[in-house]
């Protein structure tokens, strides 16, 4: 499944956005760092860089809950819609069963049609979500 969702084009686009995104408050953070530094060399006084640093920290941190809050429910979505497209692929194709890796002790790999079902999801005719 792992290997499904990874491939999934639509993956690889919230990828691209979420380094983007990750880029971008890399970039505010930076800023932030700029300015306690140009703080500190302006002879502030220790509550008042400690005061700056702790606003820096909850920053960061409100930056890192909002890209994981965002990006979780982003890939939960993709997962499941995953998981529906491989349904209507064994339902088109004729299979009964379809097994992930995690439900199986051992399988022939003759067996394995995880290729053939990323090409179905990447597939032109089936990318209208």
Do not use: C, H
């Not at 890939?75 to 529906?84: C, F, G, K, P, S």
């Not at 002790?105 to 990323?118: L, M």
């Amino acid at each position: 499944m792992k290997k499904l969702v990874e491939n999934y084009y639509k993956w690889k686009d919230l990828e691209t956005l979420y380094q983007r995104d990750l880029q971008f408050y890399q970039g505010k953070i930076s800023e932030m760092e700029q300015q306690f530094l140009d703080l500190q060399r302006s002879g502030a006084t220790p509550e008042e860089l400690q005061q700056n640093y702790q606003q820096i920290q909850a920053r960061i941190n409100q930056y890192d809950q909002a890209l994981q809050i965002e990006y979780q429910q982003k890939m939960n979505q993709i997962t499941n819609e995953v998981a529906l497209k491989i349904s209507q692929y064994a339902k088109d194709n004729g299979y009964d069963l379809i097994l992930n890796e995690i439900g199986v002790i051992y399988f022939n790999p003759k067996w394995d049609i995880t290729n053939d079902i990323i090409e179905y999801l990447n597939n032109e005719e089936n990318k209208t979500n």
